[in-house]
């Protein structure tokens, strides 16, 4: 059965980092890009970062440089780094997987989301 479960969200203050992670049964990542999404309250979900089947990364320009996309395909999860956390990276945040095994459209080829793991940075 093909699952995506998200987890490391929390509270933090502003300055602050988190480590999400993103663990995948039912797929390996070698077939798939892994995306990262965020959705706050009022505001449409976006592309945050992805990672490709073979490696390679892409991010949203507000969170490069802060954040960090990296994969342990032995343990079929996906991380994202958060650092210098920031009160408007305030959301929910999702793991999904990508039709495609590249990022090069990842935020319109989703077919698969988890449930989502909640992050809220305030003081």
């Known amino acids: 059965q093909l699952q995506l479960v998200e987890s490391g969200g929390g509270l933090v203050q502003p300055g602050g980092s988190l480590r999400l992670s993103c663990a995948a049964s039912?797929?390996?990542?070698?077939?798939?890009?892994i995306g990262w999404f965020r959705q706050a309250p009022g505001k449409e979900r976006e592309g945050v970062s992805c990672?490709?089947?073979?490696?390679?990364?892409a991010y949203a320009d507000f969170v490069r440089g802060r954040f960090t996309i990296s994969s342990d395909n032995a343990k079929n999860t996906v991380y994202l780094q958060l650092n210098s956390l920031k009160p408007e990276d305030t959301a929910i945040y999702y793991c999904a997987r990508s039709y495609y095994s590249h990022c090069a459209s990842y935020t319109k080829s989703i077919v698969y989301w988890g449930q989502g793991t909640q992050v809220t940075v305030s003081s």
């Open positions: 990672i490709s089947s073979g490696g390679s990364t």
């Open positions: 039912g797929f390996t990542f070698d077939s798939s890009a």
